[in-house]
């Protein structure tokens, strides 16, 4: 069986969630009648499904912080979506991919060689490769073909290929 990595970081705006939360939409946001929708837009099904599949996993990991200083509106977002009981870490601030990423390896102790990392930036994915994460660029926010595709290419790299 291939190795699975021991942290998993998710972007938020169009990864998760199809729009920026500090443009998009306006805060403070609330759940009506059990429709998951905000500002017209909602994670894809694709979304929940690939959460949920990872969730079966034993590694875990945890959605990045956005762009913009929007925290409060991203976390809320998170609990409207149900998707916060996806995460194990939930790390959620402003600031460098790069330097997020430093801290998260600091606090959880996981090599950057056992994480991967999902966004839709490629500048992102440029910066934090380099510290050797795997990083996949999502293109029309997470699918079960971008996790799989993902995950092959970090066993990929735990094999040296």
């Not at 600091?106 to 990392?117: L, R």
């Not at 994460?133 to 735990?158: C, D, P, R, W, Y």
Request: aromatic share 12%; net charge neutral; charged share 20%.
């Amino acid at each position: 069986m291939a190795r699975l990595p021991k942290l998993v970081v998710f972007d938020l705006d169009y990864t998760l969630w199809p729009f920026w939360v500090d443009t998009h939409v306006d805060p403070p946001f609330h759940k009506m009648m059990e429709l998951y929708e905000i500002g017209g837009a909602r994670p894809s099904d694709c979304t929940q499904r690939c959460l949920r599949s990872w969730k079966d996993c034993r590694a875990w990991g945890c959605p990045s912080r956005p762009l913009h200083g929007e925290v409060e509106g991203a976390n809320q977002l998170l609990e409207l979506f149900d998707l916060v009981g996806y995460f194990v870490h939930r790390e959620i601030y402003p600031g460098s991919k790069v330097t997020h990423f430093k801290r998260l390896h600091q606090k959880t102790g996981v090599p950057f060689s056992q994480m991967i990392f999902f966004d839709d930036e490629k500048r992102n994915i440029v910066d934090v490769s380099k510290l050797g994460v795997t990083s996949i660029h999502v293109q029309n926010g997470m699918s079960l073909q971008t996790l799989t595709q993902g995950l092959e290419t970090f066993a990929k790299a735990q094999a040296g290929l």
